[in-house]
């Protein structure tokens, strides 16, 4: 059984930075890409950024300059280094890991429980 688990969000001011992790564990046996998506409310899951194993990044327009995703692959895990927060950018937020469980497998997607970010004065 396979379970990621995030680091707790929070309430964040304007400007502001915080930082997620997610942890995957269970039976894997390989990690492609890793990533954070976010829904806020009444809109539909966004990719906020993506990173391959090999440590390719893919961002979000909205938070290029802004955001960092990173991974440790050995612990595999996933960060999500969040600065000059934004109002717009309250959401939850979900990790995303390609993922096998045997070596004769494919990759499935596999999704963290989510963490509300609220940045808010």
């Known amino acids: 059984q396979v379970q990621l688990v995030e680091s707790r969000g929070g309430l964040v001011q304007p400007g502001g930075s915080l930082r997620l992790s997610c942890a995957a564990s269970g039976s894997i046996r390989s990690i492609n890409a890793m990533g954070w998506y976010r829904q806020a409310p009444g809109k539909e899951r966004e990719l906020v950024a993506a990173i391959t194993s090999g440590g390719t990044t893919n961002y979000a327009d909205s938070v290029k300059g802004r955001f960092t995703i990173s991974r440790d692959n050995t612990r595999k895990m996933v960060y999500l280094q969040m600065t000059s927060l934004k109002p717009e950018d309250t959401a939850v937020y979900y990790c995303?890991?390609?993922?096998?469980?045997?070596?004769?497998?494919?990759?499935?997607?596999?999704w963290g429980q989510g963490t509300q970010v609220t940045v808010s004065s």
């Open positions: 995303n890991a390609a993922l096998k469980t045997t070596s004769w497998g494919t990759f499935d997607d596999y």
